[in-house]
């Protein structure tokens, strides 16, 4: 029995390995976070692997992950500064409505806060997107609305959760880092990583690291 629990093609080997892989990637994400200014790439590389695992590769974690990071830093850069500049404009607006306008007129925050929610949706797709299509920022902002729009399920789904998440971390801000810091961010980008798979396959993704192995191994 011991023998077929550690069997390399065993299901308690490949869960155990897949939840090594999680708790690496997860600590990998928070640590190329901390620049700020580096977030949209961590993101973009984080989706690389979860969606991968998803396909079965078993990925190697850092050099994939680095790899990610590098080849798409330019492009998530510009996209988070995109975010940030529209988000910025947002609570400004939201700020502005709530301190120098009337509370009859209060109604007014919504549309403020419904184009935060929007921003938000949006990089759910967007930076997917990055990790595994050869686009334009221009080409990945049109698509990423574009999906936001058809997936409304999953899209409202993912709005929800991230709503509830920073609801639980405002409310119990010790446990909820805790479990954040040691696996929640992959499990939760892993839970959407299985939506999104699904989505990029229909629109033709390969959603493999070995082809492009392969494709190395060729060039080389």
């Known amino acids: 029995m011991a023998s077929s629990f550690f069997n390399p093609k065993g299901a308690a080997t490949k869960f155990l390995t897949g939840l090594c892989n999680l708790i690496i990637v997860n600590l990998l994400f928070i640590l190329t976070c901390i620049p700020v200014f580096t977030i949209g790439a961590s993101i973009t590389a984080?989706?690389?692997?979860?969606?991968?695992?998803?396909?079965?590769?078993?990925p190697s974690v850092f050099r994939e992950y680095f790899r990610s990071f590098k080849e798409n830093f330019a492009k998530a850069t510009i996209l988070e500064l995109i975010y940030?500049?529209?988000?910025?404009f947002f609570i400004l607006?939201?700020?502005m409505v709530n301190t120098m306008m009337s509370p009859e007129y209060?109604?007014?925050?919504?549309?403020?806060?419904?184009?935060l929610l929007v921003i938000l949706a949006h990089t759910f797709y967007?930076?997917?997107?990055l990790a595994w299509f050869e686009e334009s920022i221009k080409q990945i902002i049109k698509n990423a609305f574009l999906l936001t729009l058809t997936n409304m399920p999953v899209?409202?789904?993912?709005?929800?959760?991230?709503a509830g998440l920073a609801y639980a971390l405002w409310q119990l801000p010790s446990l909820t880092m805790s479990l954040?810091?040691?696996?929640?961010?992959?499990?939760?980008?892993m839970f959407y990583s299985i939506f999104l798979k699904r989505i990029f396959e229909r629109l033709?993704?390969?959603i493999s690291f070995k082809d492009r192995e392969g494709n190395d191994t060729d060039k080389n």
């Open 46 to 58: 984080l989706y690389r692997i979860t969606i991968s695992i998803l396909a079965g590769d078993n």
């Open 84 to 88: 940030a500049a529209a988000s910025a």
């Open 93 to 95: 607006e939201l700020v």
């Open 106 to 115: 209060s109604w007014v925050q919504y549309i403020p806060s419904f184009f």
């Open 126 to 129: 967007s930076f997917p997107l």
């Open 155 to 162: 899209t409202i789904m993912y709005v929800v959760i991230t």
């Open 180 to 189: 954040i810091i040691f696996l929640g961010i992959s499990i939760i980008t």
């Open 204 to 206: 033709g993704a390969k």
